[in-house]
């Protein structure tokens, strides 16, 4: 299997990144994937290049850089794609974002949010004459996927158990972050906060909590009946 994955920024190539390592345990035979288009600026020592050259299944993971990039780049490329006989060609972006915003406003709707996706959808497919591309979406934000994976928390800090995150940064782990929030990432930033640590979108903080995940934590959501969109995204790209 050959699948190339175009994403909006280092939060979700990261999440992409150790997503597909724990799937096949990281297992240098099984599986290759290869990071492009990542900030130079950076140095992004944990998503190195990985696996045997000759492995049956290859992923690339394409650094966007921004939500409305994703479609373009994937425009770009899927020629390119065809030829070199990619089985499938896979968009990840947030919901949440200024063209979503500018629409819709505030306003947290699942008609809403359906109506976005498959617009974005339909003006991609146009593109692919060969049915290869997918585009998903982490609703609202791949924080919310984050907020679903709990258990990652305490490996942050001993403090953060289910009665801490609820009574100092007002995420109950019992409900659906998919569906509880706007904003994600403000829900993560408040976590940090309550035990004066910074989280933003840079690369210490970003590592420090997604190259935590274990291979449990993502079957754990998978199973969990939470985050609709990562189950979704999950399938997309192993089955």
């Given amino acids: 299997m050959k699948v190339a994955i175009y994403v909006e920024g280092i939060t979700e190539a990261s999440f992409v990144y150790q997503l ?8 240098w035979e099984s599986f290759r994937m290869e990071c492009y288009h990542l900030d130079p600026k950076e140095a992004y020592e944990s998503l190195r290049d990985f696996g045997k050259d000759n492995a049956p299944d ?10 409305t990039a994703v479609s373009s780049a994937i425009k770009d490329r899927i020629e390119t794609h065809q030829r070199e006989g990619y089985d499938k060609v ?19 709707d699942k008609k809403h949010i359906d109506t976005f996706i498959a617009d974005m ?9 060969k049915g290869l591309t997918r585009l998903c979406f982490a609703i609202m934000e791949i924080e919310a996927w984050l907020l679903a994976m709990s258990d990652v928390f305490q490996r942050i800090d001993s403090r953060l158990d289910a009665k801490w995150l609820c009574d100092n940064a007002k ?6 972050p998919e569906k509880e929030f706007f904003h994600p990432y403000a829900r993560l930033e408040a976590i940090y906060d309550s035990i004066s640590k910074p989280y ?23 199973n ?13 790209i192993f089955k």
């Fill in 90 to 108: 896979v968009g990840l972006r947030d919901v949440y974002s200024e063209n979503y915003k500018t629409i819709y406003q505030q306003r947290f």
């Fill in 20 to 27: 597909i390592g724990c799937y096949y345990k990281w297992d």
């Fill in 200 to 222: 933003g979108k840079h690369w210490d903080a970003i590592k420090g909590i997604i190259m935590k995940l274990q291979k449990s934590d993502f079957e754990n959501l998978y």
């Fill in 58 to 67: 290859y992923y690339l993971i394409y650094d966007s850089c921004s939500d």
């Fill in 121 to 129: 959808r339909a003006a991609l497919a146009l593109y692919d004459s």
């Fill in 224 to 236: 969990s009946g939470k985050c609709n969109s990562f189950k979704e995204f999950y399938d997309t």
């Fill in 171 to 176: 995420v109950d782990i019992s409900k659906d």
